[in-house]
Nanobody, 126 residues
Framework: QLQLVESGGGVVQPGGSLTLSCKVS????????IGWFRQSPGKELEGVSC????????NYGKSVKGRFTISRDVAKNTVSLQMNNLKPEDPAVYYC???????????????????WGQGIQVTVSS
């Protein structure tokens, strides 16, 4: 079965940085777009970023554009989310998810992703 496991969460001060990793098993990255989503208490699930199956295309949610960067390591079957300049509104449980096999496009829409990790907590505290 396709599995995704997040790691790298923790506590960081505002303005700090964290890198989350998503280890994918059961499928190679060439066959799935990978997305990052987040959910904070009382809020709807929010799209953060995604990378297409080929790695050629990426997209970001408006609130994180310019601060977060998604990348992948095909050899390790891992997708990372580098989060810089973290803000008080960024704390959430972050999920990685596997979506369609489209090679050159991806969208950060919840409904497009079929398989989900368990999530990992990111806390921003001063």
């Amino acid at each position: 079965q396709l599995q995704l496991v997040e790691s790298g969460g923790g506590v960081v001060q505002p303005g700090g940085s964290l890198t989350l990793s998503c280890k994918v098993s059961g499928v190679t990255l060439d066959y799935k777009a990978i997305g990052w989503f987040r959910q904070s208490p009382g809020k709807e699930l929010e799209g953060v970023s995604c990378i297409s199956a080929s790695g050629e295309a990426t997209n970001y949610g408006k609130s994180v554009k310019g601060r977060f960067t998604i990348s992948r390591d095909v050899a390790k079957n891992t997708v990372s989310l580098q989060m810089n300049n973290l803000k008080p509104e960024d704390p959430a449980v972050y999920y990685c998810a596997a979506g369609p096999p489209h090679q050159a496009i991806c969208v950060v829409l919840t409904g497009a992703f079929e398989y989900w990790g368990q999530g990992i907590q990111v806390t921003v505290s001063s």
